[in-house]
């Protein structure tokens, strides 16, 4: 039986869906549209959107319930993860730590050849598109982690009778 939501957790509900949908959404035009082709910790970020995205499904599906609030919970948690890997690529695009040699690696080796031909083809420390100095990574970090905030605060604001 699906009980009634008050408006603090109904908007938790549709955040944890809208935010990964959009940012995904966001991504696949970038991609598909400008021909921003993902690196690999690109991708890494969008796999926890995904998990986002069916967890909300799943919360809005069982709304009012505690599965319904635990389901939203791993949703603003995924989405968290997310920004928290963009966090991570964006220090590695901007030069404050080294990411992953397999897509960021900029020595040749000794045999330049087989270095080129299997180099990665997206290289994951350099951004594709900038912003006002902010990557695609970095725009990612900013509105997952807000994201996920929000969505946890308007979950607690229920859980502990505020906002009713």
């Keep these: 039986m699906v009980k009634s939501v008050n408006t603090a957790a109904q908007g938790a509900y549709l955040l944890a869906l809208a935010v990964p949908g959009a ?85 040749l080796g000794s045999d330049p050849l087989a270095s080129i031909m299997n180099a990665p083809l997206i290289r994951c420390d350099t951004p594709a598109w900038t912003l006002f100095g902010i990557s695609l990574a970095g725009f990612n970090f900013l509105i997952s982690v807000s994201s996920a905030a929000l969505i946890l605060l308007l979950l607690g604001r229920r859980s502990k009778g505020l906002g009713r």
């Design 23 to 107: 940012l995904i959404a966001a991504v696949y035009v970038a991609q598909y549209g400008f021909g921003l082709a993902p690196c690999d910790m690109c991708w890494w970020q969008r796999y926890p959107h995904f998990a986002a995205i069916a967890l909300a499904l799943g919360g809005l599906a069982t709304r009012g319930t505690r599965l319904g609030n635990a389901l939203v919970m791993l949703a603003a948690l995924a989405i968290g993860i997310s920004g928290v890997i963009g966090a991570f690529h964006a220090g590695v695009e901007y030069g404050w730590w080294q990411g992953p040699t397999a897509c960021s690696s900029t020595s």
